[in-house]
């Protein structure tokens, strides 16, 4: 059976304002006429290349926005801020930010991508974290545990526990301590076992797990000589307002940020992009336990399924109708993340002045489309705001290839900017 589509989705067409030619080239307020695909660009500049984020938003369509749609010195906020994408590129333009997330492992990458530390400090922990390292033995908590070690060959196994070992028994300030659990978490991505470029895991097999051989202390020297590179680059002031934050319940007073920019997820964990999936082998080698990852994750949107009802959105609700009738099993959890996003959005309007700009695909659940453009702009407008802009950009790389019947793919990206 083909998959189901919706047939009240809005046309794309029909989702951009009318705009007349001649004004069009008159206004240089929009991004109108842009290759948003942003080939060739550098999208590794800066302190980006510290630290990769499954399915991040891509940097330079980041300050496009941001330089198109936030006035000099106005304040932005990136309610589901990842590994900081959008907070890199407006501590860099000079404007005050801050960022909500709710994965622990994207709170301290956002927070070593955003703070000024003196090259020198990064070159001597850094050295000092290789030489103890090299000398521990015997700690073997994380090698027994099943779960964590069939991502890892055996040698960068041992490599990277008396490394996570030896960070544990540096004395460091909260700042440094931060950047190298995100140099360490990055030089776990190195040397794992798993495909690069896909959003879920997905162990390497045959000839490519024969000649993966990593050298775990190399990926970390390398790791931290980048950062020596990069991070000394950064603003001393200005430093974005990053916590462990629910977009749901937002800690902030009504009207006080000018902005939102940001990429939500495009589905729930499960059957989406596995953003703690990937998280999890990184967070247990920095101390936190399968517990707490999993208490973490609870908080993700949509995973937690009970008492949810979904919002008005006739989109939407099409969608859900036709789950019901291909997976009934899978309604529940299409309602529950639905459910959550439009309370999410709620905030959203709650904290903002101006505009909300949302850089989103569509998805796929028990063979049925969801126009997650058309579902944002019934939902928000519901809030009393209105779409001013909407663009869409082709991938350069697939990066959500497609995950089956309930994952789906995309290699189309929707930008909408709504005006308050």
């Keep these: 059976m083909g998959l189901s589509t919706n047939r009240e989705i809005f046309k794309v067409k029909n989702l951009i304002p009318r705009v007349p030619r001649r004004r069009l080239l008159e206004d240089k307020k929009n991004l109108y006429g842009l290759d948003l695909s942003f080939k060739g ?105 099943p779960k964590i070690s ?44 798993t495909y690069r470029g896909e959003v879920r895991l997905r162990k390497l097999q045959g000839s490519h797990y024969d000649k993966f051989n990593p050298d775990t202390f190399s990926a970390f020297k390398k790791r931290y000589i980048l950062a020596t590179e990069r991070v000394p680059e950064l603003p001393r002031s200005n430093r974005p307002d990053i916590e462990l934050r629910d977009v749901r319940n937002l800690p902030f007073s009504d009207g006080q940020f000018y902005a939102v920019i940001t990429s939500p997820p495009y589905a729930d ?13 990184m967070l247990a080698f920095l101390g936190f336990s399968p517990e707490q990852v999993k208490e973490y994750r609870s908080l993700f949107l949509g995973t937690i399924t009970k008492n949810k009802v979904p919002p008005k959105s006739k989109s939407l609700l099409n969608s859900l109708e036709n789950v019901k009738k291909e997976k009934p099993e899978k309604y529940d959890e299409g309602v529950a993340f639905y459910s959550d996003y439009a309370k999410g959005l709620a905030e959203m309007v709650r904290v903002i002045r101006k505009r909300i700009i949302i850089v989103i695909g569509n998805r796929v659940l028990a063979r049925t489309e969801f126009d997650n453009v058309a579902i944002t702009v019934e939902l928000l407008k519901n809030l009393g705001v209105e779409l001013e802009h909407h663009y869409t950009r082709s991938l350069n790389k697939k990066r959500i290839p497609n995950l089956g019947s309930d994952g789906g793919g995309i290699n189309l990206e929707h930008v909408l900017v709504f005006k308050k």
């Design 41 to 145: 660009y550098d999208t590794q500049h800066s302190t980006h290349a510290l630290h990769t984020y499954v399915a991040a938003i891509n940097p330079p369509l980041a300050k496009s926005l941001i330089d198109t749609y936030v006035p000099s010195g106005e304040n932005i906020l990136d309610p589901f801020s990842g590994g900081g994408g959008v907070l890199v590129e407006a501590m860099l333009s000079g404007r005050p930010s801050a960022g909500a997330e709710i994965n622990p492992l994207g709170v301290i990458i956002a927070k070593a991508k955003t703070t000024y530390i003196a090259s020198e400090e990064i070159l001597r922990i850094g050295e000092e974290i290789m030489t103890r390292a090299r000398k521990i033995k015997g700690v073997d908590h994380l090698k027994r545990d």
């Design 150 to 193: 069939f991502w890892f060959k055996e040698k960068n196994l041992d490599e990277l526990i008396a490394m996570s070992e030896s960070l544990k028994r540096q004395d460091l300030d909260h700042e440094l301590e931060n950047l190298f659990m995100a140099i360490l978490s990055a030089t776990i991505r190195d040397v794992m076992l």
């Design 269 to 281: 964990d499960k059957n989406g992009v596995g953003y703690f999936q990937f998280s999890k082998n």
